[in-house]
């Protein structure tokens, strides 16, 4: 069964630093992994799809890799602002695609 | 798109009635899952339906609990009778191969 470990688990920054983010995962015979934000109280928005064949995607100031051999990924957020305030969840699917296991995310506080 | 649609929003009920939750999902998407989520478990996989058939119900907590998918559009969670520790957010989610997952707003049930 897929098991998803997001650290840290909360993380604290000035506004304008560099960021990573980090998810890791026990079975690798996966499809896809996606990102998702939650701001409190909200739902989840999507943030990046990485398929299995891909390494990484990009979204704006936002990076997403994707080693499947060592059942990493990587959020990369850069020149962060106070707007990307969030919890952070990383989710991978428990065998193929389907369904998506959550780590329990990483709290982000960008400090003004 | 609406996206991912859920009713209602927020819903308190005292324990021992019946609780309904409902999930439109977005047209086209062949998948919809059901999760919970809470501060001390974080997102859990209730049931997911593939084309409208139950595929793994294995994370609905107990019998109080049943889910329908009896068209395409429209899905329902249904809790009789409610308990305190049935309080959470409850997410309805659907997928698509080429953007992955849509989560609605969530339900946030009180059940006092």
């Not at chain 2, 959470?88 to 006092?112: D, K, M």
């Amino acid at each position: 069964k897929q098991e998803v470990t997001q650290i840290p688990a909360a993380l604290s920054v000035p506004e304008g630093e560099n960021l990573v983010l980090n998810c890791s995962f026990t079975d690798s015979a996966i499809y896809n992994l996606q990102w998702f934000r939650q701001d409190p109280g909200k739902g989840l928005t999507s943030l990046l799809l990485i398929q299995s064949s891909q390494r990484e995607q990009t979204s704006g100031r936002l990076n997403a890799s994707l080693d499947k051999s060592s059942g990493r990924s990587t959020l990369y957020i850069a020149a962060s602002q106070p707007g990307d305030s969030a919890t952070y969840l990383c989710a991978a699917p428990n065998s193929g695609n389907t369904p998506l296991v959550f780590g329990k995310g990483t709290r982000l506080s960008v400090i003004a | 798109d609406a996206g991912v649609i859920q009713s209602p929003r927020h819903e308190v009920t005292e324990m021992g009635q019946e609780v309904t939750l409902r999930c439109k999902p977005i047209s086209g998407h062949d998948y919809l899952f059901w999760y919970r989520q809470t501060m001390m478990r974080g997102l859990e996989l209730l049931i997911y339906f593939n084309n409208n058939v139950p595929i793994d119900d294995s994370g609905m907590p107990e019998d109080r609990f049943s889910a329908k998918m009896p068209n395409a559009s429209f899905s329902t969670l249904k809790i009789q009778p409610s308990e305190p520790r049935d309080s959470a957010v409850y997410f309805c989610a659907s997928r698509s191969e080429l953007y992955g997952y849509t989560f609605g707003s969530g339900t946030r049930l009180t059940v006092v």
